[in-house]
């Protein structure tokens, strides 16, 4: 029941920026748009989230259309340790809600 | 420091046994999780305990058996292992049930044979 769509995967030169889209066409008026990581054999890792308005925290940017029905993660001078499959998920804020995880993007970043 | 720490890291065993992964938490977080990964990759929610109380309970065989003896620690039983259990596991916390921010763990391997 994942809300998202992202592409299956991506590649990017290190030290470009990764741009990572995500579609949530459906997302409600109170749910947030989360960001997560998974590198290889390691357990997920939070990166960030947003409502609507754009964050950056040390990872990455978020960028949140003014519909909100689409979203895009950009890690600014991708590192070949960014080479992960990451995760778009909508999650209302308020309230116990489920994170449920898509299938993700897997991006390679490559020398 | 291990946020979130989980052990063993590798369990290999034969179908049919019980075995257990254990989960510690050192955030002082009010909420843990348990999450399965299976072989095509997808990551699953299986429970989910807020301080100490079961709030989240999937559609997962009864054979799971989630226990918290307190706030800092969940830990997995599962009884009559099946091959369809070998998987990665995967425990997670949060500072409280309404948040979407959760810190995972690295992961248990358990292969059934």
């Known amino acids: 029941d994942a809300k998202t769509t992202q592409p299956t995967s991506m590649d990017c030169a290190e030290g470009r920026a990764a741009n990572l889209p995500c579609n949530h066409s459906t997302i409600s008026g109170n749910e947030y748009v989360y960001w997560y990581r998974q590198i290889h054999s390691q357990g997920p890792q939070y990166i960030i989230h947003?409502?609507?308005n754009n964050e950056t925290n040390e990872m990455a940017s978020l960028i949140i259309t003014e519909d909100r029905k689409s979203s895009t993660l950009i890690l600014p001078h991708a590192t070949l340790r960014d080479t992960a499959v990451y995760y778009c998920?909508?999650?209302?804020?308020?309230?116990?809600?489920?994170?449920?995880f898509g299938t993700g993007t897997r991006l390679l970043v490559s020398p | 420091d291990t946020a979130v720490s989980q052990t063993p890291k590798y369990l290999v065993t034969q179908m049919g046994n019980d075995k257990s992964i254990k989960c510690e938490q050192n955030l002082g977080h009010d909420t843990m999780y348990w999450y399965k990964q299976d072989s095509k990759k997808f990551l699953k929610i299986m429970f989910s305990?807020?301080?100490?109380?079961?709030?989240i309970n999937e559609t997962v065989p009864n054979r799971f058996s989630p226990k918290s003896p307190d706030k800092a620690h969940l830990n997995l039983h599962i009884n009559s292992l099946e091959l369809g259990d070998s998987a990665v596991y995967f425990c997670?916390?949060?500072?409280?049930?309404?948040?979407?921010?959760?810190?995972f763990g690295e992961g248990s391997r358990l292969t059934v044979l």
């Open positions: 998920i909508v999650r209302a804020y308020t309230g116990f809600q489920k994170l449920v």
């Open positions: 947003g409502l609507k």
């Open positions: 305990y807020n301080n100490k109380e079961l709030i």
């Open positions: 997670a916390s949060s500072h409280h049930r309404n948040t979407g921010e959760l810190f």
